[in-house]
């Protein structure tokens, strides 16, 4: 069987993503597992590691910040939109992004929310967040969601509409039968209405809908009893806002979550960690999150074959 092809991008240039690649692709680990493709700014690394492809994609009159700039910006999006290209072209089976800076590309009048809801748009798809611990998986209902706003997105109908399509895309692309464990919104689930009703209105009449649709689904869960028993890599833990499920992926994984997109046409992860520009140039760059996102999404594809 020929070996997965993998293409990968440098994310924000002035971040920590091109030196975390260099890196990672130095042991020569993952050119032994995968064809590997890198697009973006040759010259934001030192060496192109060997047996990688490094497709040179910039804006060479740009400079390179340490901070969010609309020039990192320009070039993190020209990246994007070349990977789109070719993963529309079936050019590779996985799609790896390095860390982009949301604050760099809305400077250039973007209106980027993240990675996942930019290809969604991009291949008009739903896309659904997905966080790879090691343990148990990790869903995100609400990704890039202020908190005022969570409430008000979780309906019903929005609910059961999440876990149906989530299990249709993880059957479709990931070829097994999830079971799903959703977590209550508020203190201890809600404590039968007396802490909120939203468990007792509107997520319990949800998994009752899709209990009867033959999804295998439990809860509300109380959000801080959700991540104590993992269940195995088909057991996913559905958390209703972002850093509800965050705080259980970085635990469980120790900082080292892969982040995975599915419903797209193509299979996507990326290391779980923004640009740090803090630490960018220093050395101090942990590659470890990058490396998983390349084994685990080989991984992955191969349950799909």
């Known amino acids: 069987m020929s070996r997965p092809r993998v293409l990968m991008t440098t994310g924000d240039p002035g971040g920590v993503g091109p030196e975390i690649l260099q890196s990672v692709l130095q042991t020569g680990e993952l050119q032994a597992a995968a064809e590997i493709t890198v697009i973006g700014p040759r010259r934001a690394v030192e060496s192109v590691p060997e047996g990688v492809r490094w497709d040179d994609v910039d804006l060479p009159t740009l400079r390179f910040h340490r901070r969010p700039h609309p020039d990192n910006g320009r070039v993190t999006l020209l990246t994007l939109e ?24 809305r400077r250039c009048g973007i209106p980027f929310t993240g990675h996942t809801e930019y290809f969604g748009q991009v291949f008009q798809a739903r896309p659904y967040m ?20 969570i409430a008000e997105a979780l309906t019903k109908t929005s609910l059961e509409e999440f876990i149906r399509g989530l299990s249709t895309a993880w059957t479709r ?8 464990r959703v977590a209550g919104l508020n203190p201890h689930a809600g404590e039968g209405g007396l802490l909120g009703v939203e468990e007792r209105e509107i997520i319990e009449p949800a998994i009752e809908t899709l209990l009867t649709e033959g999804i295998e689904v439990e809860g509300p869960i109380p959000a801080d009893s959700l991540f104590l028993h993992p269940d195995g890599p088909d057991t996913v833990a559905v958390a209703l806002y972002h850093d ?38 220093t050395g101090k ?21």
């Open 82 to 105: 070349e990977a789109c290209r070719r993963m529309g072209r079936n050019e590779a089976d996985l799609l790896v992004t390095g860390p982009a800076s949301k604050e760099a590309i």
């Open 130 to 149: 997905l966080f790879l611990t090691g343990s148990m998986p990790v869903a995100l209902f609400s990704m890039h969601l202020p908190f005022r706003e």
């Open 173 to 180: 692309q990931l070829n097994s039968h999830p079971r799903f």
């Open 244 to 281: 509800q499920g965050m705080i259980g992926a970085k635990m469980m994984s120790q900082g080292h979550a892969v982040n995975c997109t599915l419903g797209l046409p193509f299979l996507r992860t990326s290391p779980d960690h923004g640009p740090a520009f803090d630490i960018a140039g």
């Open 285 to 305: 760059a942990d590659p470890e999150s990058t490396r998983r996102a390349v084994l685990e999404g080989i991984q992955l594809l191969g349950k799909r074959r």
